[in-house]
């Protein structure tokens, strides 16, 4: 199998191919197998078969299935998502409550997004500069859910009666997580939250963080939600919904749905990038992203793949993307898919024109 990676570093699919079609594993060493599938899904997809690289991705699938705990719900994020939603689409004041806080300074940053909208290159581009540290995939946000849920007692209605001694305590707590995972704290650093998902959570961060800034990340809907199916995550509530394209889509859809809502009632602090504008005009497109964050620009971002090399810890799917200068191989990709992705492009379809793509 090792031989078979080598053949795919030299960019040799067709021998990788072959090989790793004569091997397979058996039940004891089911993700052995798991990986061998989602490889040749890779080999295929890059040799241009895709009816086979499909079959592929959908056989490791199978075997995330498979191995997933009985206790996995992927409906139970929906219905999390949906909750939020359906609160805010009903919120009677279109704002929270106004705080009296003398620490306004400390106004944390997120990257938020849909899983594999291009939010791993925009870190990597991000901490590329002096100036930034992104802290990634960490449970800041999670926690500070699960501590909002205990005082109101699980009901949205509730966010409105806390206090603001309890808005200073849960905001205090939110920075010492945040700080725990921060080697050498400098002031002078913009300190930046990254998880995709807590785009869920925006109504709940601007019930505690009035003035925090949201960094989206946008890719055209078809490629985020392909993507998101032609990988192997590991499997809880959410991930679960990407086990097929279908489910894949209906996320997306509510996602976006819900941030569509938050944007409409409160006046967020955010800045749009699009995935697809960074891969065709790094720059510029930095240069706009530095400027809403204050910041100057600084030519390191334009050698980001050099930082991500540094940053070995990086342990997200899109790891061996961003070690590599900027490439246009992931867009328009979902183009090669028109048959397997068409039952999902009713849902996708209307926010492929909101966010002005083709």
């Known amino acids: 199998y090792m031989k078979e990676i080598s053949y795919i570093k030299k960019k040799k699919f067709s021998e990788a191919i072959h090989n790793l079609e004569t091997i397979s594993f058996d039940l004891n060493k089911i993700k052995q197998e798991q ?18 690289a499909f079959d592929n991705f959908s056989k490791a699938n199978e075997i995330s299935f498979k191995l997933k705990s009985e206790n996995i719900n992927k409906n139970s994020y929906l219905e999390k998502v949906e909750s939020r939603n359906i609160f805010f689409n009903n919120f009677k004041k279109k704002k929270w409550p106004s705080l009296e806080l003398s620490d306004e300074q400390r106004n944390p940053i997120f990257i938020i997004g849909f899983p594999r909208s291009g939010t791993t290159l925009l ?7 002096p100036s930034i540290e992104v802290i990634e995939e960490k449970s800041m946000v999670p926690q500070l859910i699960g501590s909002l849920n205990e005082l109101t007692k699980n009901k949205f209605e509730n966010l409105q009666n806390i206090s603001t001694d309890q808005v200073v305590k849960l905001r205090n707590n939110y920075f010492e997580n945040l700080y725990s995972h921060i080697k050498n704290k400098d002031n002078s650093k913009l300190y930046i939250d990254k998880l995709p998902l807590n785009i869920i959570y925006v109504g709940e961060i601007l019930r505690i963080f009035p003035q925090a800034k949201f960094i989206i990340s946008l890719r055209h809907p078809c490629d985020c939600v392909l993507s998101c199916f032609m990988q192997t995550f590991e499997i809880n509530n959410a991930m679960a919904n990407f086990l097929n394209l279908e489910d894949s889509a209906k996320l997306y859809n509510f996602v976006m749905e819900l941030w569509s809502t938050y944007i409409s009632i409160f006046q967020i602090k955010y800045h749009e990038v699009k995935y697809e504008n960074l891969v065709e005009n790094l720059e510029t497109t930095s240069k706009q992203l530095l400027k809403f964050l204050e910041l100057p620009w600084n030519d390191n971002v334009l050698k980001f793949f050099e930082t991500a090399k540094e940053k070995k810890q990086i342990k997200t799917p899109s790891y061996d993307q961003v070690i590599k200068p900027i490439y246009s191989d992931s867009t328009g990709r979902w183009k090669m898919y028109k048959k397997q992705i068409s039952n999902s492009f009713e849902i996708l379809e209307p926010w492929i024109k909101k966010f002005k793509y083709k």
């Open 123 to 129: 870190d990597t581009i991000l901490s590329s500069h």
């Open 35 to 52: 990986l061998r599938v989602l490889t040749l899904g890779k080999c295929y997809d890059r040799n241009k078969y895709f009816d086979k």
